[in-house]
T-cell receptor, first 114, second 110 residues
């Protein structure tokens, strides 16, 4: 069974460019989470969805960040315009409603903004 | 004050050693507790849940002290493959999301 799939795995872009990160959760999971991990701040929750509906986006750093989940099998996190301080590893995770403490993480997208 | 605090380490121990990590949390309403493991340049994965009565999974033992608001993880007979960052994770009250500590880095040396 495939785990959480993220693309791209690596992204290098220049400041000001739009970046779109993609995630496919595990089939049947009804929660989807977007995290950002940096050395300075550790793993931070940005936003999470339940049944494709955004539930809590209080972790989204600013208006440059937006996330969508158009259907149960796909989500995007977009940064527009990107800045060097956005450089981080972005993880997507999914879980079932029951036992949602077990979050299954994707391999992450390593983003470098120059 | 951070919601979940861990000693960042690094802990460098020889194979076969016993090593313990502690973690403190600030929200007394927290209900669920976990340890996740993250290998270098990989994603976090659930290692084990932490129950009030304490629980053991092979060489790993987790303990919870609600009165002092701390969680511990003990690794016995450590292996080279135990080298990783161990993340303390707390689920506050009725919240759906998890709060991750910044992790404790362990290196087991041959």
């Amino acid at each position: 069974d495939a785990g959480v799939i993220q693309s791209p795995r690596h992204e290098v872009t220049e400041m000001g460019q739009e970046v779109t990160l993609r995630c496919k959760p595990i089939s049947g999971h009804d929660y989807l989470f977007w995290y950002r991990q940096t050395m300075m701040r550790g793993l931070e929750l940005l936003i999470y969805f339940n049944n494709n509906v955004p539930i809590d986006d209080s972790g989204m750093p600013e208006d440059r960040f937006s996330a969508k989940m158009p259907n149960a099998s796909f989500s995007t996190l977009k940064i527009q315009p990107s800045e060097p301080r956005d450089s981080a590893v972005y993880f997507c995770a999914s879980s079932l409603h029951r036992g949602m403490e077990t979050q299954y993480f994707g391999p992450g997208t390593r983003l470098l903004v120059l | 004050r951070k919601e979940v605090e861990q000693d960042p380490g690094p802990f460098n121990v020889p194979e076969g050693a016993t090593v313990a990590f502690n973690c403190t949390y600030s929200n007394s309403a927290s209900q669920s507790f976990f340890w996740y493991r993250q290998d270098c340049r990989k994603e976090p994965k659930l290692l084990m849940s932490v129950y009030s009565s304490g629980n053991e999974d092979g060489r790993f033992t987790a303990q919870l002290n609600r009165a002092s608001q701390y969680i511990s993880l003990l690794i016995r007979d450590s292996k080279l493959s135990d080298s990783a960052t161990y993340l303390c994770v707390v689920k506050p009250g009725s919240a759906r999301q998890l709060t991750f500590g910044s992790g404790t880095q362990l290196t087991v040396l041959p």
